[in-house]
C-alpha cells in the first residue's frame, strides 16, 4: 500500500501544479528570419519587477513560458548585438496555450541594456553557466547544499559531492580562489546560503590554460561561487551552539574572510548527536583537485595505505558517535603572478557500536550467533600548502606539500556460541606527498610538460587478539591441559613506502585542431616490510614465533619505464584521439634469504573518440588495456593476522593482471527544455586477475593470492534523467552492474555471479512562497548465485514557511527489505524534523530539532559471502530519538 501511495503521488503531483499554468512559446529571429540561439526570453508581471518566468532558445529560437491564468506580462526579449525588445502579453484563461514569435533588430550599441536594467537567472559565456541563485532560491535556503539542489542540472549525490550534468565537480572556487583544494563535500555543508550571489558552473576545466587545446577536458567540472556584496572584505559566518536532552550538544562556528589579495574560511564542529563532519571515507577521498596524471599512463600500482578497514558505519549511524573537528583554508595573491594557498584539518572522533548477528554455513552445517560491540577512536591531521607561479601566459608552475598523520584504534569484544574474542587494533599511518609541475608553450607550434610526484609513507599497525580457543594450528602456541585458557597473540607490522611518479610530455601542433603526444615517464618504489606475531602467556613472559612463515623481513622494488605516442584530431564534430605506449617493468623481490628479479615489456593501446552533437549534447568511446600490479603487501610471504579467525600472506610468484575497459557516455543539457540526461554502458574484463585462494578449516580461514587463468567480467549501465520545470525539479535514474567472478576455495573454483539494479525517481518543487515538497521512491534488487533480496524506500522531504517567521522542515525515509525466500523481512523508518524561527533582517536564529522522531534503535542487513557459502543475518544498534535545541548568531 504505501508503495502505491508513494508512486501515484509522484506521479500526480507535477500534474496538479501545472494544471494551473497556460504555455506560451514561439520563435526568436532577426529581421533577416535567421534563429537565434540563446537568446533570453524573461516574463515579468506587468507593472512589476517579480519575475513569473524565463527561458533560454535552443539551436532554432524555440522558447517556451509557463504562466499563470488571468494575467498580464511583460516579455524582455535580448541578444548580444541586438536591441531589447518588450512585449506585451495577455492570458486568458478560455486559452489552453499561446504562440508569439518574436523579431530583434540589431543594435550599435555595445552594451545591451538587459545586462543593467535586470538579472537573468541563467547566462551561457562559452563553457561557463552562471546561475543566478536569488532566482531559484526562496530565501529559506541554509547552506550551499541547499541552493545547488534547486539549479537544473546540478545534483547532490547521496555522499555530499556535487554533480553538474552528470559529472563529479572536482575543484570549488569562492571568488576564485580554491576552497579546501575543491573538496566540494565541505563546500556544500559549509558555505552559508545567504551569501552566495552567483554559481558559475566551469566546463572543460583546466587550470593550466595552454592544456585546455591539446587535453581531452570534457569531464572536468569546477564550479565558483561569487558573493553578495557586502560579504567581501571583512568577516562573516555564524555561531552555532546547541543542547539536547541526555547531555546531548553541538558547537559550530564557522567564519570567512575575502578580498582580491586573500581569503580565510575557518571552521569547527564539535557535537556527539551522531553527525560526521568529516568521515574515514573523506580522509582517503581528500586528494586535492584535478591533478594526478600518472592516472592515464596505463599502469596501475597502488600503494596500500593506512587503514584498519573499520566495521562500517551504516548511513552514519551508530549507538554512539563524538566528534570533533577544525579546519583552516587560506590563499594569498601578493602579486599578479604568483598564488599560495593551503589547509589544516584535525578531527578527533569516537564511536561506538553494537551488533547482534547470525551466520548459517551452509556447507558445515553449522551455525553461529555472535554479539559484537566495537569502540573506535580516530584521530587524524591533514596539511597541505601550494604554491602557484605564472610570470607570463605561456609559463605555469606548480608546487604542493601533503602531509597526513593518524592514529586510528578500535576495540571488539565478539561474543560467540562457537568462540569467544576481543580484539584490538591500531595504526599511526603517516604520508608525506610533494608535486612539482611545470607548463612551458614554447611557441604556437610547441608545449612541453613536466609532472613529477613524490610519496614517502609509514605505517606500524599493532593487532592483539584474545580469544578462547587456539585460533590456527599452524601457530604453535601454548595453553593449558584443561584447556580453559586465553590465547593472546599479538602482531607487530611496519611498512614504509618510497614512490616517484613522472611524466614529460611534448605536444607538437600540427595544426590548430591536431597535435601529436610523446610521453616518457616512470614509476620508481621501494617498499619494505616487516613482521612478527607472538604469544603473551599467563605469567606475562612473551613466546616468540621463529617459523619464517610467522615473520616477515621482506624489501620489494618496483620500476616502471614507459615511452607512449598518441595523435589528436578535431574535426567538425568528431575528435579522435588513439595512442599506445610501451611499458619496461622490472620488479625486485627480497626475502627468505633469497632474491627474484623479474623483467617484461608490455605494450598498451587507448583509444578516445567523442562526437560533440552540440554544443551540451555530446557521444564519448574509451578503450584501453591497463595492467595491475601489487605492492608488498600482496608479495611477503609470511603470514598476517587479518581478524581473530583469519590469516592472510603474500605470494611472491604472483604476475600481473590485464584489464580491458570499454566505455561509451551519453551527455545532453538543454537551456531550452531544462532537461539533463546522462546515460553510459561500461564493460571490463579482467585477464590474469589476483584472487585470494581460500582454505576454509571450519569458521576460521587462510588465504593468500594467485593468478587465475579465469576472467572476471562486469558490464555495467547506468541512465539518469533530469527535468527542471518552472515550479518543479523531477529527477529518475536506474542503475544495473552484472558480474561473474571466480573465487578459489580449498583448491577448487566457484564460479559466481551477482546482479544488482537500482531505480529511483523524485519530484521536488521550487516555490518561491509556498510549501516545498520533495517525495520519490527507490527500488533496490540483489541477486546473487544462490540467493537475492530487494528493498524498497519510499521518502519525502518538506520545507514550510509560515506566521512570516518560522520555517518547518522534515525528512522521512521508510525502508522495506525481505529477501527471495521471504524467510526474512525487515522494516524501519527515519523521521528528522526541525522548527526555525528568525524575525526578518534579524541575526539571531532559534532551532527546535528532532533526529530520528520514530525512535527506531537498530536496523537490520542480510549478506552472502560466496568463499564461506554463509548467510549472516544482522541487528545494527543506533542511536534512539535525540531532541535538540539550538541557537545560531549570523556575524
Known amino acids: 500500500m504505501n508503495k502505491i501511495a508513494g508512486l501515484l503521488l509522484v506521479t500526480i503531483f507535477p500534474l496538479m501544479v501545472f494544471s494551473q499554468n497556460i504555455k506560451l512559446e514561439g520563435i526568436v529571429k532577426d529581421e533577416a528570419g535567421t534563429p537565434l540561439e540563446m537568446a533570453n526570453v524573461i516574463a515579468f508581471k506587468k507593472g512589476t519587477k517579480f519575475l513569473q518566468s524565463y527561458s533560454i532558445t535552443d539551436s532554432k529560437g524555440n522558447y517556451k513560458l509557463s504562466l499563470e491564468d488571468s494575467q498580464e506580462y511583460t516579455l524582455k526579449v535580448s541578444y548580444l548585438g541586438f536591441d531589447t525588445k518588450n512585449v506585451e502579453v495577455s492570458v486568458d484563461n478560455s486559452l489552453t496555450d499561446l504562440e508569439q514569435d518574436i523579431v530583434l533588430s540589431e543594435s550599435n550599441e555595445s552594451l545591451n541594456e538587459v545586462e543593467i536594467t535586470y538579472e537573468m537567472p541563467i547566462k551561457i559565456d562559452g563553457d561557463t553557466i552562471s546561475y543566478n541563485a536569488d532566482s531559484f532560491t526562496s530565501g529559506k535556503e541554509k547552506k550551499l547544499e541547499d541552493v545547488l539542489k534547486k539549479l537544473p542540472g546540478v545534483d547532490i549525490d547521496d555522499n555530499g559531492e556535487v554533480e553538474v550534468e552528470g559529472k563529479k565537480v572536482q575543484k570549488v572556487l569562492v571568488e576564485g580562489k580554491e576552497f579546501f583544494d575543491g573538496d566540494s563535500k565541505l563546500a556544500t555543508q559549509n558555505i552559508p546560503a545567504s551569501a552566495i550571489d552567483k554559481i558559475q558552473v566551469l566546463k572543460n576545466y583546466n587550470e593550466v590554460s595552454g592544456m585546455r587545446g591539446v587535453t581531452n577536458n570534457e569531464d572536468n567540472i569546477a564550479i565558483n561561487i561569487k558573493l553578495k556584496q557586502g560579504k567581501k572584505r571583512f568577516w562573516f559566518g555564524e555561531v552555532n551552539a546547541g543542547i539536547g536532552d541526555n547531555e546531548k550538544h553541538i558547537v559550530k562556528p564557522k567564519l570567512f574572510y575575502y578580498s582580491p589579495e586573500k581569503s580565510v574560511n575557518v571552521l569547527a564542529d564539535i557535537n556527539n548527536i551522531g553527525e560526521t563532519p568529516f568521515t574515514m571515507r573523506d580522509y582517503f577521498r581528500f586528494t586535492g583537485g584535478l591533478r594526478g596524471g600518472m592516472s592515464s599512463s596505463g599502469t596501475s600500482f597502488n600503494v596500500e595505505s593506512g587503514g584498519l578497514g573499520f566495521m562500517t558505519v551504516q548511513n552514519n549511524k551508530a549507538q554512539e558517535i563524538l566528534s570533533k573537528f577544525g579546519a583552516l583554508n587560506f590563499s594569498m595573491t601578493p602579486k599578479k603572478t604568483l598564488d599560495f594557498n593551503g589547509f589544516a584539518i584535525v578531527n578527533d572522533s569516537e564511536t561506538t557500536m553494537y551488533t547482534k548477528s547470525n551466520t548459517v554455513y551452509n556447507n558445515l552445517n553449522l551455525t553461529e550467533e555472535n554479539e559484537t560491540s566495537a569502540i573506535q577512536g580516530s584521530q587524524l591531521g591533514m596539511l597541505k600548502f601550494s604554491t602557484t607561479y605564472k610570470p607570463n601566459p605561456n609559463v605555469h608552475i606548480d608546487y604542493d606539500i601533503f602531509g597526513k598523520l593518524s592514529k586510528q584504534t578500535e576495540l571488539t569484544d565478539v561474543t560467540s556460541n562457537i568462540r569467544a574474542a576481543d580484539t584490538y587494533k591500531e595504526e599511526k599511518p603517516f604520508s608525506l606527498n610533494q608535486n612539482f609541475n611545470l607548463y612551458y608553450t614554447i611557441d604556437e607550434k610547441n608545449i612541453f610538460a613536466a609532472e613529477m610526484q613524490h610519496n614517502f609513507e609509514k605505517d606500524q599497525p599493532l593487532y592483539n587478539s584474545l580469544a578462547t580457543s587456539q585460533p590456527f594450528v599452524l601457530i604453535p602456541t601454548e595453553g593449558t591441559a584443561d584447556g580453559n585458557y586465553i590465547f593472546n597473540l599479538i602482531q607487530n607490522k611496519k611498512t614504509t613506502t618510497n614512490k616517484l611518479d613522472a611524466k614529460f610530455d611534448y605536444y607538437y601542433l600540427l595544426t590548430p585542431k591536431s597535435n601529436i603526444n610523446l610521453t616518457l615517464g616512470t614509476t620508481q618504489s621501494k617498499q619494505n616490510l616487516a613482521s612478527n606475531i607472538f604469544q603473551t602467556l599467563e605469567n606475562e613472559s612473551v613466546l616468540n614465533f621463529n617459523d619464517e612463515t610467522l615473520n616477515n623481513d621482506a624489501d620489494y622494488n618496483f620500476s616502471d619505464l614507459f615511452l607512449g605516442v598518441h595523435y589528436k584530431m578535431v574535426s567538425g564534430k568528431f575528435t579522435l584521439n588513439p595512442g599506445v605506449s610501451l611499458h619496461y617493468y622490472s620488479t625486485k623481490d627480497t626475502q627468505l634469504g633469497t632474491e627474484i628479479k623479474e623483467n617484461k615489456t608490455i605494450i598498451l593501446p587507448d583509444l578516445y573518440a567523442s562526437l560533440q552533437l552540440k554544443s551540451s549534447e555530446s557521444l564519448r568511446f574509451n578503450y584501453s588495456i591497463s595492467t595491475q600490479f ?203 524534523s526541525a522548527l526555525y524561527y528568525q524575525q526578518k533582517d534579524s541575526k539571531w536564529e532559534f532551532k527546535l530539532s528532532a533526529n530520528n522522531l520514530t525512535n527506531n534503535t537498530s536496523m537490520n542487513t542480510d549478506s552472502y559471502n560466496e568463499i564461506s557459502n554463509s548467510n549472516t543475518t544482522s541487528l545494527y544498534f543506533i542511536q534512539p530519538r535525540i531532541y535538540l535545541f539550538s541557537v545560531k548568531y549570523n556575524l
Open 630 to 832: 601489487s605492492d608488498i603487501n600482496n608479495i611477503a610471504e609470511g603470514y598476517i593476522l587479518a581478524k581473530y579467525n583469519s590469516l592472510t600472506r603474500g605470494n611472491r610468484e604472483l604476475e600481473n593482471a590485464l584489464y580491458h575497459k570499454y566505455s561509451l557516455n551519453y551527455f545532453s543539457f538543454s537551456m531550452f527544455s531544462f532537461t539533463n540526461v546522462h546515460a553510459s554502458v561500461s564493460y571490463t574484463k579482467k585477464v590474469d586477475g589476483i584472487k585470494n585462494n581460500t582454505e576454509l578449516l571450519g569458521i576460521d580461514r587462510i588465504s593468500y593470492p594467485v593468478n587465475s587463468n579465469l576472467a572476471d567480467e562486469t558490464l555495467s549501465a547506468s541512465f539518469r534523467y533530469g527535468k527542471t520545470y518552472s515550479k518543479l525539479k523531477t529527477n529518475f535514474r536506474a542503475s544495473v552492474t552484472n558480474s561473474i567472478f571466480n573465487n578459489i576455495v580449498n583448491d577448487a573454483v566457484i564460479h559466481s555471479k551477482s546482479l544488482a539494479h537500482n531505480y529511483q525517481a523524485s519530484v521536488a518543487s521550487k516555490f518561491k512562497n509556498a510549501p516545498n515538497f520533495e517525495v520519490g521512491y527507490q527500488k533496490s534488487f540483489s541477486e546473487y548465485s544462490n540467493t537475492g533480496s530487494t528493498t524498497d524506500r519510499p521518502f519525502a522531504n518538506m520545507e514550510i514557511g509560515f506566521l512570516k517567521n518560522f520555517i518547518l522542515t522534515a525528512d522521512y525515509s521508510y525502508y522495506n527489505y525481505k529477501n527471495d525466500e521471504n524467510t526474512i523481512k525487515n522494516t524501519y523508518s527515519f523521521l528528522n
